[in-house]
Nanobody, 122 residues
Framework: QVQLVQSGGGLVQAGDSLRLSCAAS????????MGWFRQAPGKEREFVAG????????YYGDSVKGRFTISRDNTKNTVYLQMNSLKPEDTAVYYC???????????????WGQGTQVTVSS
């Protein structure tokens, strides 16, 4: 079992920055691939970013490339999502998730954080 607890998020204006955190406990954190997803009302859950166990490989969704940065600190069992130049279309509930290997499909993920709301006003 893996438990994921998220923090961060909130209401910001367009162009602002936010950082989300996701702290893991339970199974050995450093062996897992971590991903961030988001889901806006009426839309499917979307892959935002992912990072390999060694932090050597990162992946991003096309809509956030160049603006968002994913990182992880295995000593703290935590993954981060730094979101810069936020746009109103980034408004969604953001989730962290974990699985053994890279995937952009949310159905492949085994464990999920509780979700955190990010709202970007224009």
């Amino acid at each position: 079992q893996v438990q994921l607890v998220q923090s961060g998020g909130g209401l910001v204006q367009a162009g602002d920055s936010l950082r989300l955190s996701c702290a893991a406990s339970g199974r050995t954190f450093s062996t897992n691939f971590m991903g961030w997803f988001r889901q806006a009302p009426g839309k499917e859950r979307e892959f935002v970013a992912g990072i390999s166990r060694s932090a050597g490989t990162v992946y991003y969704g096309d809509s956030v490339k160049g603006r968002f940065t994913i990182s992880r600190d295995n000593t703290k069992n935590t993954v981060y999502l730094q979101m810069n130049s936020l746009k109103p279309e980034d408004t969604a509930v953001y989730y962290c998730a974990v699985r053994l290997a890279y995937s952009r499909n949310p159905k492949d993920y085994d464990y999920w954080g509780q979700g955190t709301q990010v709202t970007v006003s224009s």
